[in-house]
Each structure stands twice: as C-alpha cells, then as structure tokens.
C-alpha cells in the first residue's frame, strides 16, 4: 500500500524531531542533506536503521525527548549482547493503549469481558500492554503473568474469564491441563488473544478445539510500542496493522527493494506519530506479505499483513531461490507419518549448494519410499531436489525455548 500524503506528513514532522535530537537517526538525515520528504520516491530512499544502531544507542541514546518528557522504558530482551531500551512519552504510552483497545475491539472483545493475562509483566513490553489495552477498553484486566498453572486454572474458573491472552505455546500447555483435568465444563472462555511468536497450523488448531475459543494473532514489536500494532479480524487469519500509527513495508531481505504486494519479504516500519523513540524504516527481520485486496470486515484503511513465517536471517538462498524455513515446514507437515521435528543442512560439496533435510519417523514405515516422496515434493513446490534423510523418531534435538532448525555449512 502506497504511502498516503498524511503519513508523508506525518514523516516530515518525525524528521524534523529526529533532526532536532541528533540521535543516531537525526545525524543520518543530516549528514545525508535530509530536511524532509515531499513525494514517495523520496521516501523510499531514507536510509533504513537496524536493531543494530538501537544498540550502539545504548543507554539513552535513542531518545529524541528531553529526559523529562520520559515517563517509562522498556527493554527488548537482546539474545545477544547489549539490550536496546526504547523511552516511551506520555503520548507513546497512551497511543500503546489505544491501538491495543482497537486490537481487542477487532477480536470482538467488550467492556463485558475479563481478561486473563499471562505475558510477564517487567521491562519488556508483554503483559503491560495487554493490561494497559483492556483498562483502555473498559474491560477487566486479570493480570496473572506467567507461570503457576495451578493457579491460572483456579482464577480462570473462578473469575470466569472469557478472554486468555498467552503465547501459543501457553496457550496449548493450558489447555492440556483442563482437557487432562476434566474442567472444560467449568471455563467460560471465548477467544484467546495471542502474541506474536509463530505457532504452526497443527498447534493452533489443536488449541482452537481444546479451549473452542475464536483464535486471535497479534502482531508487534518492542522497538515499535510492543504488541498491538496489529490484529486479525473476524475474517481470517491476516492481520491488519494501523496505518494511523504505522507504516508498513515489504522488502527483499537481500537487496532492499520494494515487493510488489502479495510477495513476500521483510517486514520494514515506520513511526508516525511517535515522540520518545521515533523510527524510519526500521528493519524487523519478520517475514511477511502484504495481503493485496480488500478485506470483508471493510477496514480497508489499515493495511494487511499475512501470519508471520519466520525471521529474514533464517532465509536461504540456494540455486538462485530464496527459501524459507516455514515453506519446507509446510511440506513436511503434509506428511502424517513425519514428526513436527526436522533439521536443515546446507553444504557446498563438489562445486554446488546442496540442501539435506532431516526428518523423524519410526520404524513401521518403508523409509525409502518415504525419503523419495518427500524429496520429490519439495522438488515439485521449490524447484529443486534436497538430499532426504530420515531419522528414528526422537534423534533430533528438541529446546524448550527456539529450537535451531537450520544450519548454513557453506561459508563456515
Ligand atoms: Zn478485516
């Protein structure tokens, strides 16, 4: 979707506040001769900025507020190395709520409903924003944070929540817990309200039939509010983004143009009207599309983006062909007889890439058959032919927390 001449606006007022602070973003603009932008070329030729330079702001550096206009930060839990804070206004903090009122009002959710909320709550920008959207909404906010299912399921029962918001991955624990239990008949449940990690089609329907609650995903970021930026409506599972507080972008990962809408890529944002922490054209490294056409629930102003598939640094090129771990995932779970587990090898042997996919099964099945069904299927959707080797069910390696799924040997 094309920049509107509001949101162009909009820019211009954030250039002229990252110029004025001299954070790292003002001095790009400044030393690259940058006052402003007046037409959608010009805009799409800003410098685009990175977790990295979020970082090297550490602490404060990204402020673009005097220190007074500060009323919170929050913190984005860097896997690596020094973690990046994001000062929040007043404003920032208020407009945060409001985009998440609207995410619940997307869902459906009323004033009538109380909301059991699971994300913790401390620096990072989980629980606090779920909790701060439903004071916003009129609802009541039950705020458990995470952990102690015991008593999760006793104040779920007795407080009669209608609405869950947890990590699918929560989600799904909890709902083995009351199907184990027996208590179904006793949770009021309706809709469950997720974050953002990814959770494949197989988890989310088995959580759906578990709890029978409607299945909602959000979508968002730390460095840009937290959670909230986004929801699926009632018509499917595509989420819109407001475009009255963000712009969205799709590029290709690897040279940083433009898609066409409906290609997939990188997801890229852009602030509008942010005031502690403003940011151009910030990389995400979430992949997605843009969703061409109109949506049936008619809020066609606020732009659709498709289920997260996964991060830009596990994409692979091979043969020319940008691949995607979930478009594998997605084959192999074609594959009744196959585990949810499988590992990715690229190589480079005897002068060209080659791509090995392990994958689990057991042993009343014919593995060679097997092996060259799936070879063949993945030849047929990516267009070339990976080395298939099957393994006994439970040899790959499981991680409660992100199971690391692809290894790229060809440089190492
Ligand atoms: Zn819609």
Redesign the pocket.
């Known amino acids: 979707m094309q920049i509107s001449d509001v949101q162009l606006d909009q820019v211009n007022t954030q250039i002229g506040r990252l110029i004025a602070s001299d954070n790292f973003y003002g001095r790009r603009l400044r030393e690259a001769g940058i006052t402003g932008v007046s037409s959608v070329e010009e805009f799409q030729r800003l410098p685009f900025s990175e977790k990295q330079d979020l970082r090297e702001a550490y602490p404060l550096g990204l402020s673009a507020v005097p220190q007074r206009d500060v009323v919170r930060i929050h913190s984005s839990s860097g896997t690596t190395g020094t973690p990046v804070i994001i000062p929040y206004t007043q404003k920032d903090v208020e407009d945060w709520a409001i985009q998440f009122a609207r995410c619940y009002e997307?869902a459906g959710i009323t004033a009538d409903d109380r909301i059991q909320i699971t994300p913790g709550y401390g620096l990072w920008t989980a629980g606090i924003g779920f909790q701060a959207g439903a004071e916003r909404l009129g609802a009541m906010a039950i705020p458990m944070g995470p952990g102690n299912t015991e008593k999760q399921l006793q104040f779920m029962m007795d407080m009669e929540s209608t609405v869950l918001t947890a990590t699918a991955s929560y989600a799904l624990l909890l709902a083995e817990e009351i199907e184990k239990r027996g208590i179904k008949d006793k949770i009021k449940l309706r809709k469950l309200v997720t974050g953002s990690e990814r959770s494949g089609e197989k988890i989310r329907q088995r959580i759906i039939d578990a709890l029978g609650v409607e299945y909602y995903d959000i979508y968002g970021l730390t460095e840009v509010y937290g959670p909230g930026i986004g929801i699926?409506?009632?018509?499917?599972h595509?989420m819109?983004v407001w475009s009255d507080y963000v712009y969205v972008e799709i590029i290709d990962p690897d040279t940083g143009e433009l898609v066409p809408d409906g290609e997939w890529g990188e997801i890229v944002l852009t602030t509008l009207v942010k005031e502690g922490a403003p940011l151009i054209r910030f990389r995400t490294h979430d992949l997605s599309r843009i969703v061409p056409g109109a949506?049936?629930?008619?809020?066609n102003e606020h732009p659709?983006i498709d289920t997260i598939t996964g991060r830009s640094d596990d994409m692979m090129k091979i043969h020319g062909v940008n691949v995607f771990p979930a478009q594998i995932e997605e084959i192999l779970s074609s594959f009744p007889e196959l585990s949810s587990e499988y590992q990715i090898r690229l190589s480079h042997l005897d002068g060209r890439d080659t791509m090995r996919i392990y994958v689990e099964t057991n042993g009343s099945v014919d593995w060679e058959n097997l092996r060259m069904r799936v070879a063949k299927r993945v030849k047929h959707r990516i267009g070339f032919t990976p080395l298939v080797k099957i393994v006994e069910l439970g040899v790959l390696p499981r991680s409660e927390k992100k199971t690391r799924r692809v290894f790229d040997e060809r440089y190492d």
């Open positions: 997307y699926n409506c009632q018509h499917g595509t819109h949506c049936p629930c008619g809020h659709r």
